[in-house]
C-alpha cells in the first residue's frame, strides 16, 4: 500500500511539473473545474468495516483486549457520514478542516470471561455495549507544484481524536473509559486532472506519537459538470490508536465512499 502511495504521488508530481503533458486546448480558459474556487465543503456517506480492540486496565488489575465487533457484538459494517470544508486563500494556500464522528451500540451474551477497567465479566453475562470516536482535524495546505490541470501539495495539521466505550450488564453494573488525545499530522496531497471536469486525488497524512498513532488515505475520482459543484467516488480507510495511562483504543474503518462538493 505505502509503494502504491509513493508511486502516484510521484507520477502526479511529475505531470503536474512538466505542464505540456496536459498542454491540451481544454486547459487554454484556465484551470480544470475542481480547482476553480476559494471556499469549497464536502460531504460523503462511507461504507465502512470497523476492526477495533479495546483495553483498560485498572491499577494492578490489566485488562483483556476486546474485540468490539466479535467479543461484544458491535456492528463492524455499518455506513457513516464526513464531512471536509477548504478554504483557499492565495494561489498556493489552502486552509482545510475535516471531521468524522462515529458511534457504534451492540448486544451479546459474552463468549469468554473480560475484564473492562477491574471489572470482571464471566462467560455468559449478557451485555450491552457502545463505541463513540470522533476525529477533528484543522490544517494547512501548501501547493509545491500546480498547474491547470493539478497539483502536489504538503500538509501540516492539528488532530484530536477522542474515544469512549461502555459496557452495561443485565444487572445494570455499568463501566465506561474516554480518552483522549492531540497529535500533529503531515502529509501529502496530490491531484491530476486528464481533462476539465474530471479529477484524480490521492491524500496521506499521518503521526506516531508515544504509543499512539493516526494515519489517513483516501483516493477518489470527481465528477464535475460545473465549476461550483461535483460528485465524489472513492476508497478511505483510517486507522486511530490511543493509548494512555494504561486505557488504549486501537481502531480501523475503511471502505468506498460516495459524495458530494459545492464550491464558490
Request: hydrophobic content about 45%; proline content about 2%; charged content about 20%.
Amino acid at each position: 500500500m505505502k509503494k502504491t502511495i509513493i508511486s502516484v504521488l510521484f507520477c502526479s508530481f511529475a505531470l503536474i511539473s512538466n505542464h505540456n503533458a496536459f498542454a491540451q486546448d481544454d486547459y487554454e480558459a484556465g484551470p480544470a473545474y475542481g480547482e476553480q474556487f476559494n471556499f469549497e465543503l464536502r460531504g460523503a456517506y462511507w461504507n465502512s468495516s470497523l476492526e477495533s480492540t479495546v483495553k483498560a486496565d485498572s491499577g494492578s488489575i490489566k485488562g483483556t483486549n476486546i474485540n468490539v465487533v466479535s467479543d461484544l457484538g458491535l456492528d463492524g459494517n455499518k455506513g457513516l457520514p464526513f464531512g471536509q470544508l477548504t478554504l483557499k486563500f492565495a494561489e498556493r494556500h489552502k486552509i482545510v478542516a475535516d471531521y468524522i464522528a462515529l458511534s457504534y451500540s451492540g448486544d451479546k451474551v459474552v463468549n469468554q470471561s473480560l475484564v473492562f477497567n477491574g471489572v470482571s465479566y464471566a462467560v455468559s453475562s449478557r451485555v450491552s455495549s457502545t463505541l463513540d470516536l470522533k476525529s477533528a482535524k484543522f490544517g494547512y495546505e501548501y501547493d509545491i507544484a500546480r498547474g491547470d490541470a493539478g497539483y502536489l501539495a504538503f500538509k501540516l495539521a492539528a488532530n484530536y481524536v477522542y474515544a469512549n466505550a461502555s459496557i452495561v450488564t443485565a444487572n445494570a453494573l455499568s463501566n465506561s473509559v474516554a480518552m483522549d488525545a492531540w497529535a500533529p499530522v503531515i502529509g501529502l496531497s496530490g491531484r491530476i486532472s486528464p481533462i476539465k471536469m474530471v479529477s484524480l486525488t490521492l491524500d496521506v497524512a499521518g503521526i506516531a506519537f508515544d504509543k499512539s498513532s493516526v494515519t489517513d488515505g483516501a483516493i477518489y475520482l470527481d465528477i464535475n459538470p460545473l465549476p461550483n459543484i461535483g460528485f465524489s467516488v472513492g476508497w478511505r480507510t483510517i486507522k486511530i490508536v490511543v493509548d494512555v495511562e494504561g486505557k488504549k483504543a486501537d481502531t480501523q474503518w475503511g471502505g468506498v465512499f460516495g459524495g458530494m462538493a459545492v464550491r464558490f
